[in-house]
């Protein structure tokens, strides 16, 4: 039996959003080491500020500008920093309702140890040197013992406001694909393709699953199917993705390989995107030191019949 993979698995990507008139004054704020809320029909101070009452659903949009000092509602203990987190050294989650808000803003608190951190305790912000418009211009909060901060009053009118924001989101995972999948990858190795049959209905499916989701049963018999399939449906690709290095448009599609009762996805080559078609017959292409086939291109061969492949769609 083929070892079962294992092997750290990282999805990341740029969200990027537009900001309303609210949001746009608080990042913005936040670069100029101001702190801003919205009040409320009812006189309540919302920080970090929304554009919509959480208790009535109005619009409100009248800002006003709070002070950087403040009171810890509630807290926890972190004591491993993870990558990207405020600090790198063992920290307090924290909830601070700041002076002026009725509502509080979680950031985290730089303290030496969880006996150092207690509900009550008073705490002022800790400004970024380099601040760019962002939730991070806050580098932290720490203790304090002074006299309230008292706000200036800002409008929340600011040059150059911050009309949007790109967040990366990361998730970090250690990934194992399974019996079935494990020995799937093994054989690409070998530049093979293997399935596995279902022992009730009989269908091969690839990549293989370890169970007919069909039957529900477990599935171990293993089956050699393509390398030659047909695509069964396409795509047109026109948006760049970031960091793939292949032009657009580009066509993904939906290939059944010779002997596989179930569809697999991979890019197509070797041939314009607006002449891509169902039934178009395709090989895999290998580069060098690749474990996987790096697009499909046609082999010459008569397209197949729509009846061979209805059933894959």
Known sequence: MPQVLKAPLAVEFPFTRSLGPVQSAFLTGLRERVLLGVKTVDGRVLVPPVEYDPVTADEIRDLVEVAGTGTVTTWAWNHEPRRGQPLDTPFAWVLVRLDGADTALLHALDVPGPDAVRTG????????????????????????????????????????????????????????????????????????????????????????????????????????????????????????????????????????????????????????????????????????????????????????EYDTYKELL
């Open 121 to 304: 305790m008073r705490v002022r912000v800790r400004w970024a040197e380099e601040r760019t418009g962002a939730i991070t211009d806050i580098a932290c909060f720490e203790p304090y013992d002074g006299e309230p901060e008292q706000p200036a009053g800002h409008s929340g009118e600011f040059e150059d406001a911050i009309t949007g924001i790109v967040a990366a989101a990361r998730l970090d995972y250690t990934y194992s694909p399974g019996r079935a999948q494990s020995a799937y990858i093994h054989a690409l190795s070998d530049r093979r393709m293997v399935g596995e049959r279902c022992p009730s209905c009989r269908k091969v499916y690839v990549p293989p699953r370890g169970a007919c989701p069909t039957c529900g049963v477990a599935t171990s018999e293993q089956v050699e199917v393509g390398p030659r399939g047909t695509v069964t449906t396409f795509c047109i690709v026109n948006i760049k993705a970031k960091n793939l290095d292949i032009e657009v448009p580009y066509v993904y599609a939906h290939i059944a390989l010779d002997g596989a009762d179930l569809a697999l996805h991979a890019r197509i080559g070797g041939i314009p995107y607006d002449q891509v078609r169902m039934g178009l017959r395709v090989e895999p292409v290998w580069t060098d030191g690749s474990r996987f086939p790096d697009h499909y291109r046609p082999t010459g061969e008569v397209d197949a």
